[in-house]
């Protein structure tokens, strides 16, 4: 199974700061890297999704920068607030196949 | 509109016992399955059924069986719990996973703890 790095694995950050989470993929052949929120006791929900023939999406407060030769992508969150804390996980996948889930990073956003 | 719906959200099982949960879906969704959450360790995908009357295993499937019962419901079967199967189980949904998109739905977890 093709592996998908995340790091860091817990982060904290003050009211108002950005919050980066930052991924590593192997798998050339991987087209489609959404980002998953989780918070305690819920499921995992879509966030945002890029496809590598961008190198940037946002939504809201939310963005995905992505680095092709570099096989990187990162989630950007600007002016984090308390309610974003949760647990994120990036994936990747590609036609024919699941997805496959980074191991997530515990978000707390101080007051 | 429920979404994903599974039952139970919690189980305690002694080692050996068997169970299975179970898992709906209302949004008429082709593909559904089983993943475990352990920390550290991310999503792991069990089994999968990508349509009515198919399943396949995914990254972890030893222990585990499954039924794709109609297009709604997938269940999950632990024949002799072990303590390894202590986690997390998320059951999902989606439609056009495998065609390299789409999104999946999932529903909010089932906590098995084996002693």
């Known amino acids: 199974q093709q592996q998908v790095k995340q790091s860091p694995q817990s982060l904290i950050v003050q009211k108002g700061g950005i919050s980066i989470i930052n991924c590593a993929y192997e798998?050339?052949?991987?087209?489609?890297f959404p980002w998953y929120q989780q918070f305690p006791g819920k499921g995992p929900a879509l966030l945002i999704a890029i496809r590598p023939d961008v190198s940037e999406k946002k939504e809201g407060r939310f963005t995905i920068s992505f680095n092709k030769s570099a096989k990187q992508f990162s989630l950007h969150i600007m002016d984090s607030q308390p309610g974003d804390s949760a647990t994120y996980f990036c994936a990747a996948s590609t036609t024919g196949q699941n997805f496959v889930f980074g191991p997530g990073t515990r978000l707390s956003v101080l007051p | 509109n429920a979404g994903v719906t599974q039952t139970p959200k919690f189980q305690v099982l002694k080692t050996g016992q068997s169970m299975t949960l179970q898992c709906a879906q209302d949004?008429?969704?082709?593909?559904m399955y089983w993943y475990r959450q352990d920390p550290g360790m991310g999503l792991r995908l069990i089994y999968y059924?990508?349509?009515?009357?198919?399943?396949d295993k995914g990254e972890v499937p030893n222990g585990y069986n499954v039924s794709r019962l109609n297009k709604r419901e997938f269940s999950l079967r632990l024949e002799s719990a072990a303590p390894s199967q202590t986690s997390v189980y998320f059951c999902?949904?989606?439609?056009?996973?495998?065609?390299?998109?789409?999104?999946?739905?999932f529903g909010e977890g089932s906590r098995l703890t084996v002693l």
């Open positions: 949004m008429n969704h082709n593909s």
């Open positions: 798998n050339t052949a991987f087209d489609y």
């Open positions: 999902a949904s989606s439609d056009q996973i495998l065609e390299g998109a789409g999104e999946l739905f």
């Open positions: 059924s990508a349509s009515e009357g198919t399943t």
